[in-house]
C-alpha cells in the first residue's frame, strides 16, 4: 500500500497537505490538493474508491506501516495533520487529549462548583467512571488536587495542555 500511495500522493510533513501527484479521479487535476473535510473537520481522501483519514495515511507514508491504535492530533485541531501534530494514541489517552466541555464554568478540566456542598469539587475519570477528588474550598486547592490525580493516573504523556496545571502556574503566589 505505501509505494501505491506514494505513487498518487505526496505528502508534506510539516504543512500536513497531501496533494495529487499521480492518477487522481477525473475531476481533480496533478497538484490539487487532496482530501476533503468531513462533517467532524478531519480531512478524507479517497483512493481507489475507498476512504482513508488523511492523519492515518501521514503515519503510512512517513512510517511505513498504518497505525492499529487511534492517532491523536496532539494540538486537538482534526484538520492539522502535520508529522509532529501527529501520535499513535490508545482510546483513554486521546479521550484524555480533549478540549473543555462547553458547560464547563471553571475554566479547569474536571472541576465544578457544587452547589449544595458550596465548595469546588474536583473529580477525574478513569476508565470511563467519575471518580470524586473531594471538595475544596478554594479553586486553587480543587486544581492541585486535580493536577495531583492526572499525574498519577499518566495524563501529562496524554493531555500536554492540563487546565490545572496551567490555572496553578497563574495563581502560585496566592494562599
Known amino acids: 500500500m505505501i509505494t501505491q500511495l506514494k505513487e498518487v500522493l505526496e ?23 487532496a482530501g476533503t473535510p468531513d462533517k467532524d473537520g478531519y480531512i478524507m481522501i479517497r483512493i481507489n474508491r475507498r476512504r482513508y483519514m ?17 492517532v491523536d492530533h496532539i494540538d486537538r485541531i482534526p484538520w492539522h495533520n502535520w508529522r509532529l501534530n501527529l501520535r499513535e494514541a490508545s482510546y483513554q489517552c486521546q479521550n484524555r487529549n480533549c478540549g473543555m466541555n462547553t458547560r464547563n464554568t471553571s475554566g479547569i478540566k474536571g472541576i465544578s462548583w457544587h452547589k449544595m456542598g458550596g465548595r469546588w469539587i474536583a473529580k477525574i475519570c478513569v476508565d470511563r467512571r467519575y471518580k470524586s477528588l473531594g471538595l475544596y474550598d478554594t479553586l486553587l486547592d480543587a486544581s492541585y488536587a486535580r493536577f495531583a490525580a492526572e499525574q498519577c493516573l499518566g495524563f501529562q504523556d496524554c493531555d500536554l495542555n492540563s487546565s490545572a496545571k496551567m490555572y496553578i502556574e497563574q495563581h502560585k503566589g496566592e494562599v
Not at 505528502?11 to 490538493?33: E, H, R
Not at 488523511?54 to 487511534?70: N, V
Open 11 to 33: 505528502y508534506n510533513t510539516d504543512t500536513g497537505i497531501f496533494t495529487w501527484i499521480g492518477s487522481p479521479a477525473k475531476n481533480v487535476a496533478i497538484g490539487d490538493m
Open 54 to 70: 488523511a492523519h492515518r495515511l501521514a503515519i503510512l507514508y512517513t512510517d511505513g506501516y498504518m497505525p492499529e491504535l487511534t
